[in-house]
């Protein structure tokens, strides 16, 4: 018999990553169930994961060029905000992607962490690629940090543009080559 996936696993949060965890309610990170994690309790170095739970515009655009600054090159920021204007919250998943772009990094996966807290993954973009969104655009390439070039994503399951995997689908009427 399979086992449901865990939050934490739809997350693709592995054993031992260095993470930490920002403004966590302990029923939100129970939800998460972690697997065993080196979890810090500053933010010092670089982290494989990091969650930041925010309830404001300002306070997630305040948050992440220091989260940023933490985040390894490989790793994954989730940012989770209350769903339905829970809590108060002017955060709307539109607002988390344009400040997640604002400051250099892309989104990809959105979930349902429980019943108070959205999430959405962002990273740093691939090297090659070219990323379109209606909610946000990259900060433009400087000679110190250029960013890469290339083929932009097809569309994602969501309709929009941007973030997501490359599409695989053959244009209409073609044929494979």
């Not at 309610?25 to 080196?38: E, Q, S, Y």
């Not at 739970?53 to 948050?63: G, I, K, N, R, V």
Request: overall charge positive; proline content about 10%.
């Amino acid at each position: 018999m399979l086992s449901a996936m865990t939050v934490a696993d739809k997350m693709g949060i592995k054993e031992g990553t260095r993470a930490i965890f920002i403004n966590a309610p302990a029923a939100a990170r129970a939800a998460i169930d972690p697997p065993r994690l080196g979890v810090a309790a500053d933010l010092a170095g670089s982290f494989d994961y990091i969650h930041l739970f925010a309830t404001t515009q300002a306070e997630l655009d305040e948050s992440f060029p220091k989260l940023t600054a933490h985040l390894a090159p490989a790793g994954m920021l989730w940012v989770s905000w209350p769903k339905g204007r829970k809590l108060g919250t002017d955060l709307v998943l539109p607002k988390v992607i344009e400040i997640g772009y604002r400051h250099g990094l892309v989104e990809s996966t959105c979930l349902s962490v429980d019943a108070t807290w959205s999430a959405l993954k962002f990273t740093h973009p691939k090297a090659g690629k070219t990323y379109h969104n209606t909610y946000g655009k990259l900060p433009e390439a400087t000679p110190s940090s250029p960013r890469p070039e290339g083929p932009g994503p097809g569309p994602s399951r969501s309709g929009r543009r941007g973030g997501g995997r490359p599409s695989t689908r053959r244009p209409r009427g073609g044929r494979p080559g």
